[in-house]
C-alpha cells in the first residue's frame, strides 16, 4: 500500500501545482485529503460494481 499512498502524494502535488498555474493555491494536506477520499472512494464503488463520475469547477 505505501506505493499506492506514494502514487497518490504525486497525484496531489501535481494538481497542487496545476491549480497555482491558474492562481488558485490549494494546501498541499487539504489536497492528500481530498485526493485519498476521492480514491477511497472510488475503491469503495468498484468493488460495489458501481462507478463515479468525478467534476471538479
Known amino acids: 500500500m ?3 499512498h506514494s502514487r ?8 497542487t501545482r496545476l491549480r ?3 492562481g488558485e493555491v490549494i494546501d498541499a494536506e487539504i489536497a492528500d485529503a481530498i485526493v485519498g477520499d476521492l480514491a477511497a ?4 464503488a ?3 460494481n458501481q ?5 471538479v469547477a
Do not use: M
Open 2 to 4: 505505501p506505493a499506492a
Open 8 to 15: 497518490l502524494s504525486d497525484v496531489a502535488a501535481s494538481w
Open 20 to 22: 497555482a498555474e491558474d
Open 41 to 44: 472512494l472510488v475503491s469503495s
Open 46 to 48: 468498484r468493488r460495489q
Open 51 to 55: 462507478s463515479v463520475y468525478c467534476w
